[in-house]
T-cell receptor
Framework: KQEVTQIPAALSVPEGENLVLNCSFT??????LQWFRQDPGKGLTSLLL?????REQTSGRLNASLDKSSGRSTLYIAASQPGDSATYLC??????????????FGKGTLLTVNP | AAGVIQSPRHLIKEKRETATLKCYPI?????VYWYQQGPGQDPQFLIS???????DKGSIPDRFSAQQFSDYHSELNMSSLELGDSALYFC??????????????FGPGTRLTVL
C-alpha cells in the first residue's frame, strides 16, 4: 500500500526566505507526482505535476524535484511571500496492475509566511 | 479557463437522510474522480469514472453510489447519512485515463455537514 509522508507538518518563515518542503513515498512505482496548494476550507489548486521520467518541473517561484528511486520529492519556494501561506500537499499516482489512477495524498505541510 | 464545477457548495443534512453531490468536469475531460477530505485529514479517494464506466474504486461506503452521465458530469449519491460523513467532497477531472500526462484538476468542493 502506497504511503505518502510530508515533512515538516508545519513551517513558519519570514517573508523573503527560500524554503523547501519534503515529500516521501513508499512505493517507487509511480506514474506521476502532483503538488497542490490548499487554502483553509478551500479546494485544491494544482501547482506542478512531475512525470515519473522527469527529475524536476518549474513554475515561477516554484521548483519541484523528483527522485523516484529513493521515493522523494521536494518543493522549493523562492522568495516566499505572505500570500504563499497555505497547506501544501503532495500526491502520487501509482502504477499497478489493472486500473489504478487514484491519487494518494500526504497529510500536507502548513506553511506560514510572516510579513 | 473553465474549471471543475461542483454543486452545491454547502449542504446540511440530518442523520439518515440522503444527499446528491454533482460534478461538472472541465470541458473535454472524460475522467472524473471523487475524493473525501475529513476535518484535518488528507483527501481520500472514493471512486472514479472514465467514459461513463467505473474505472477504480477506493474506500467508498456501500451507502454511497456514483455514476457518470453521457455529458460526462458525475453525481455522488449518499444515503443513510452518518455524522462521520461530514467532510469536504472533492471532484477532480482529467483528460484521458491512460495518458502519460494525466493531471487531475480539482473543483472547489462540496462541504457536507450531517447533524
Amino acid at each position: 500500500k502506497q504511503e505518502v509522508t510530508q515533512i515538516p507538518a508545519a513551517l513558519s518563515v519570514p517573508e523573503g526566505e527560500n524554503l523547501v518542503l519534503n515529500c516521501s513515498f513508499t512505493d517507487s512505482a509511480i506514474y506521476n507526482l502532483q503538488w497542490f496548494r490548499q487554502d483553509p476550507g478551500k479546494g485544491l489548486t494544482s501547482l506542478l505535476l512531475i512525470q515519473s521520467s522527469q527529475r524536476e518541473q518549474t513554475s515561477g517561484r516554484l521548483n519541484a524535484s523528483l527522485d523516484k528511486s529513493s521515493g522523494r520529492s521536494t518543493l522549493y519556494i523562492a522568495a516566499s511571500q505572505p500570500g504563499d501561506s497555505a497547506t501544501y500537499l503532495c500526491a502520487v499516482r501509482r502504477v499497478s496492475g489493472g486500473s489504478n489512477y487514484k491519487l494518494t495524498f500526504g497529510k500536507g505541510t502548513l506553511l506560514t509566511v510572516n510579513p | 479557463a473553465a474549471g471543475v464545477i461542483q454543486s452545491p457548495r454547502h449542504l446540511i443534512k440530518e442523520k439518515r437522510e440522503t444527499a446528491t453531490l454533482k460534478c461538472y468536469p472541465i470541458p473535454r475531460h472524460d475522467t472524473v474522480y471523487w475524493y473525501q477530505q475529513g476535518p484535518g485529514q488528507d483527501p481520500q479517494f472514493l471512486i472514479s469514472f472514465y467514459e461513463k464506466m467505473q474505472s477504480d474504486k477506493g474506500s467508498i461506503p456501500d451507502r454511497f453510489s456514483a455514476q457518470q452521465f453521457s455529458d460526462y458530469h458525475s453525481e455522488l449519491n449518499m444515503s443513510s447519512l452518518e455524522l462521520g460523513d461530514s467532510a469536504l467532497y472533492f471532484c477532480a477531472s482529467s483528460l484521458g485515463l491512460g495518458l502519460v500526462y494525466n493531471e487531475q484538476f480539482f473543483g472547489p468542493g462540496t462541504r457536507l455537514t450531517v447533524l
